[in-house]
């Protein structure tokens, strides 16, 4: 039963701390996106990546978020320093740019809370 | 500027009875729309879709409608189950370029037995 990998589960770090967020796409998908959900904003893209490549973080505050994949089974989403507003949930999906729907798959999330 | 609207964060409907959350967009480029159903503490999982081509789909109790001259979207469920309680997103993207899905902001919906 393949499916989207995301540890830690939950975060609950200090204001100024580095918190670093992991993913594991499914195997043979080739696009990974990252997307933090708030009650204001709902489901927010911050970054995705095709193939590896980074290919729009516009969704990104650039100075303090960074977003990587340092191979095909993993995917980083790291913040430093952070900060109280970047409390939320934030997901990963991957899925294949080979299918006409665009099906997402996702992960049961990250759940940070930054005091 | 939000491309995708959920205009009613919450809807309550009784058991046995239609739900119809509905989805507006903006931009009528969009070439697919697709429907996310998310439990408290889970990944939102896919649903169901719709191309722009078409008119209607339908998956069981699940039904999309598009109406692209009005730029919008519902999404009927028949009949209801508290089992489909959740939030549920309406979601958009174009085909060209593989652009990322763009999402509206949920509407909760509440099936009350």
């Known amino acids: 039963d393949a499916r989207v990998t995301q540890t830690p589960r939950h975060k609950v770090t200090e204001m100024g701390q580095e918190v670093t967020m992991r993913c594991q796409p499914i195997l043979g998908h080739n696009t990974v996106f990252w997307y933090r959900q708030t009650m204001m904003q709902g489901l927010e893209l911050l970054a995705y990546f095709r193939n590896r490549a980074p290919l729009d973080d516009s969704g990104m505050p650039k100075d303090r978020f960074s977003a990587e994949m340092p191979d095909a089974t993993l995917a980083t989403l790291k913040i430093q320093p952070s900060e109280p507003r970047d409390s939320a949930v934030y997901f990963c999906?991957?899925?294949?740019?080979?299918?006409?729907?665009?099906?997402?798959?996702f992960g049961p999330g990250t759940r940070l809370t930054v005091l | 500027d939000q491309q995708v609207k959920q205009n009613s964060p919450s809807l309550s409907v009784q058991e046995g009875r239609i739900s119809i959350l509905n989805c507006d967009y903006t931009?009528?480029?969009?070439?697919?729309f697709l429907w996310y159903k998310k439990y408290p503490a889970e990944g939102p999982t896919f649903l169901i879709s719709?191309?722009?081509?078409?008119d209607k789909n339908e998956d069981g109790r699940f039904t999309v409608f598009l109406n692209k001259s009005a730029k919008h979207l519902s999404l009927h469920i028949v009949p209801s189950q508290p089992g489909d309680s959740a939030v549920y997103f309406c979601a958009a993207f174009l085909l060209s370029g593989n652009t990322p899905l763009v999402f509206g902001k949920g509407t909760r919906l509440s099936v009350i037995a």
């Open positions: 999906a991957s899925g294949h740019s080979g299918r006409a729907d665009n099906e997402q798959f």
């Open positions: 931009n009528s480029m969009f070439d697919y």
């Open positions: 719709i191309s722009s081509i078409k």
